[in-house]
């Protein structure tokens, strides 16, 4: 298959307070790639060899991880930027707006115009002519 797969999904949606039945395409997610095969293909594509490419992925997997949390948004040229952010509970008083008030390090990624502008060049193909009923779970290949 080549292509962005993706499968239609039957839903119920609420349109103008009327709840009706549609189809929806939904993004069939491949198999998650880690950065061993990562560094597999670089070294396919290169002279370099796949343990420094590895070696240069962790530590920069490092870098990153240290400037976010000290607060630095972290630009990754034609990739896009990661900003740090936060979650926490809305506080009364000024005094209860502490370090306990956060629940949670978020991550936000935004993509750069030139990645963005590869997205559009993506092809679509449909994984499977079956339709998939609302809550029904993916297993495997569908």
């Known amino acids: 298959m080549t292509g962005f ?3 239609k ?4 949606v609420s349109i103008k307070g009327k709840v009706t039945e549609k189809y929806v395409a939904t993004a069939y997610n ?3 790639v880690d950065m061993d095969m990562i560094a597999e293909m670089i070294t396919q594509s290169s002279t370099v060899a796949r343990s420094d490419i590895y070696s240069v992925l ?3 997997e490092d870098c ?4 976010l949390s000290v607060g630095h948004a972290v630009d990754m040229g034609v990739l896009g930027t990661f900003f740090p952010s936060l979650q926490a509970k809305a506080c009364d008083t000024p005094e209860e707006c502490n370090k306990q008030s956060i629940e949670k390090f978020k991550l936000i990624f935004k993509p750069s115009k030139h990645l963005k502008k590869k997205f559009k060049t993506i092809d679509f193909q449909l994984a499977n002519s079956r339709v998939i009923e609302a809550g029904e779970k993916i297993k495997g290949k569908i």
């Open 5 to 7: 797969p993706f499968y």
């Open 9 to 12: 999904v039957k839903r119920k």
């Open 30 to 32: 491949q198999k998650t």
């Open 58 to 60: 962790v530590s920069m």
């Open 64 to 67: 990153i991880f240290t400037m």
